[in-house]
């Protein structure tokens, strides 16, 4: 399978000396759905950006579906569809209009536009609502119909740019349906930037996940959780910023039978072992025993915010965690 993008060494400075992307590689090989999971600032929309040819990268090399980004951003236009954080739709404009003003934008007219309008407006369920003005669609309904103004020209590569924030739990469902139906049925290659672990974790076959502008880890979701390849035990403390209390803490942890590893955290301490279960007795034991009162306890099996964890010593968002877990809480 070929790469439809290519990056070697990106590096994004921008006037006041932030260094947004920092020497970063990677490639994409076409019909993949691709992800690049990290937190704010991370340096996602940066990329997505330079990739699109929408800023002029600082250095390195970048190829998309087999134009040179430097030489021939036209040609790579023609072959994208961009899909933004904020929806881009006229409010004035019924979603049919909006379809065919995108559509005559990329220089479609005729059947071949009336077509496609058709079929993109049954694809997203939009046809009931198709001739009444965007401006009474709600959050949702809008971004379906950008989805649908991106898709217009039938992309071969569709650039996502954290596509669902802000939208409700159920909006985002739809749309994560749509996009693996495009991906799986229809064979676009498709670039998501996210910052949510479930939405990176249901749709990516494969991740970079990024944060201050480097890459920090490669790979299939599930490659990515068996690396870190134990359960987490988050502890959390009344005074989890006591330097003291930390110190003591991560080494009594360590002294318990069956503990890999013991990390900082932002809302606490994590240890990490094979099978956490059998061991929070002990833990729970040798806390006590030592004075030490976790104000509450959480198990889980790895996810991919325990892989950015394991790299950074932070989670990424904590309320957006989407994991299954055992809590107790300690009194």
């Keep these: 399978m070929r790469q439809i993008i290519k990056v070697q060494n990106l ?21 993949e759905f691709f992800g690049f999971l990290g937190p704010n600032g991370a340096g996602k929309s940066t990329t997505i950006k330079v990739l699109t040819t929408l800023l002029r990268k600082s250095s390195g090399n970048a190829q998309v579906a087999g134009y040179d980004l430097d030489q021939s951003p036209k040609e790579i236009r023609k072959v994208i569809g961009v899909l933004s954080q904020e929806t881009i739709v006229d409010v004035d404009l019924t979603g049919r209009e909006n379809l065919r003003l995108q ?19 049954t694809m997203v369920q939009l046809e009931e609502f198709a001739d009444k003005p965007a401006g009474r669609y709600s959050g949702g309904m809008k971004k379906r119909l950008d989805l649908a103004s991106a898709l217009i020209h039938k992309p071969k590569l569709l650039f996502l740019d954290e596509p669902t924030t802000g939208l409700d739990p159920q909006s985002r469902a739809t749309i994560w349906d749509y996009l693996d139906q495009l991906n799986r049925d229809e064979g676009i290659t498709i670039f998501l930037t996210t910052q949510y672990l479930e939405e990176a974790d249901r749709l990516c076959r494969e991740l970079a996940i990024i944060d201050h502008g480097k890459i920090i880890a490669k790979g299939s979701p599930s490659e ?8 987490s035990i988050t502890l959390s403390f009344k005074n989890p ?81 989407g994991r299954k877990t055992t809590e107790a809480f300690l009194m």
């Design 11 to 31: 590096i994004q400075v921008y006037p006041d000396g932030t260094r947004a992307v920092d020497g970063i590689s990677f490639d994409v090989k076409e019909g």
């Design 103 to 121: 559509g005559r934008l990329e220089q479609m007219h005729g059947s071949t536009l009336e077509n496609r309008v058709r079929e993109l407006l």
């Design 224 to 231: 990515l959780k068996q690396a870190i390849g134990h359960d």
């Design 241 to 321: 910023k006591d330097p003291a209390l930390r110190s003591e803490t991560k080494r009594v942890l360590q002294g318990v039978p069956g503990v890999a590893d013991v990390t900082d955290s932002d809302g606490g301490i994590v240890v990490h072992a094979t099978n956490a279960n059998e061991i929070i007795a002990d833990i729970v034991t040798a806390l006590d025993r030592n004075n030490m009162r976790p104000t509450s306890l959480n198990m889980s099996s790895p996810t991919l915010d325990d892989v950015f964890l394991h790299h950074t010593g932070r989670r990424i968002r904590p309320e957006e965690l």
